[in-house]
């Protein structure tokens, strides 16, 4: 699985960290970026959420 994130949609909400903290990570300009290549196994699920919770859908989870 592999994780991205729209950086012009991203409010800096932090909750993407919050859920996923070993996929996401806000960077120097509060932004979130993927820290990962691909998603580990035991954080698809944190993953998928941060995907549906992200207040402007800007996380985008695929296979
Ligand atoms: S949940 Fe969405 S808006 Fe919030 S920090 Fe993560 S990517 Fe940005």
Redesign the pocket.
């Known amino acids: 699985m592999k994780a991205y ?1 729209d950086r012009d949609a ?8 919050s859920l996923c903290p070993d996929v ?1 990570e ?1 960077d120097d300009e509060g ?2 970026v993927v820290i990962v290549d691909e998603v580990p196994e035991d954080s698809e699920d944190c993953a998928v959420e ?1 995907q549906e ?4 859908n ?2 985008t989870v695929e296979d």
């Open positions: 994130v991203c409010i800096s909400c932090g909750l993407c960290e996401f806000l932004i979130s941060a919770q992200c207040p402007t800007a996380i």
